[in-house]
């Protein structure tokens, strides 16, 4: 069974300094890994994929996550966080029946 | 890049009526939709797939007469919660795929959320 963990609940950075927002994973075959944002009350936002190809993906409003096979990771980043990208950050990873297994979120908080 | 809508976005209703929620993909047809369950402060859960002109497939745990789902169209899912409790109040989240070169990207709706008093 596929599964994607985020071991933090909650993450908090100074504006302007880099955040990173941990992501692993299990799967059986080769992984399709996305990140997507949510805002209160709002649907999934994407902010990018790993499909094939180069490792570091770089994706919507500055963001980017690099594959790690060996260490299973998909963590997300950003060289310098604004406070607008305070929300809830999922992990996710595609199965072959088309449906998504969700992480369970990280709060990411940037502190003005 | 292809939308999904949902209809309501809220939606508040007293404990024992039904309520029908609607997500539409509006610029491709699908013949797969899926409805994901989100309560707060958790991850997404997928609830039931729903396949257009068969019967939907739920998920363990999911009660199939008290989340009916309905694939009327190629661009048209229902979910219906019957006779809604209080527990049942939830963000309910639908998604739909569109393939792109071998693989389905997946757009997701907007959310509606659903209040039982």
């Known amino acids: 069974a596929q599964s994607v963990a985020q071991p933090e609940d909650q993450v908090n950075v100074a504006e302007g300094n880099p955040l990173t927002v941990k992501c692993t994973y299990s799967?059986?075959?080769?992984?399709?890994l996305f990140w997507y944002v949510q805002y209160p009350n709002r649907g999934l936002q994407f902010l990018l994929k790993?499909?094939?190809?180069?490792?570091l993906v770089k994706g919507s409003y500055g963001f980017e996550a690099e594959f790690n096979k060996s260490q299973t990771s998909f963590h997300l980043k950003k060289p310098s966080a604004l406070v607008s990208d305070s929300a809830l950050y999922f992990c996710?990873?595609?199965?072959?029946?088309?449906?998504?297994?969700f992480g369970p979120g990280t709060r990411l908080s940037v502190l003005p | 890049g292809a939308v999904v809508s949902q209809h309501p976005s809220w939606v508040i209703c007293k404990s024992g009526t039904s309520v029908k929620i609607e997500c539409r993909s509006l610029?491709?047809?699908?013949?797969?939709m899926f409805w994901y369950r989100q309560f707060p402060k958790q991850s997404l859960m997928l609830m039931a797939t729903?396949?257009?002109?068969?019967?939907?497939?739920?998920e363990q745990g999911v009660e199939k007469d008290k989340f009916l789902i309905n694939h009327a169209s190629l661009t048209l899912s229902t979910l219906t919660v019957t006779s809604a409790h209080p527990e049942d109040s939830s963000f309910y989240i639908c998604?739909?795929?569109?393939?792109?070169?071998?693989?389905?990207?997946?757009?997701f709706g907007p959310g509606t959320r659903l209040t039982v008093l």
């Open positions: 998604s739909a795929p569109l393939g792109l070169a071998g693989w389905n990207e997946q757009f």
């Open positions: 799967v059986s075959g080769n992984p399709y």
């Open positions: 790993y499909i094939t190809g180069d490792n």
């Open positions: 996710a990873v595609q199965d072959y029946g088309q449906n998504f297994v």
């Open positions: 610029d491709f047809q699908a013949t797969t």
């Open positions: 729903s396949n257009e002109g068969s019967k939907a497939t739920y």
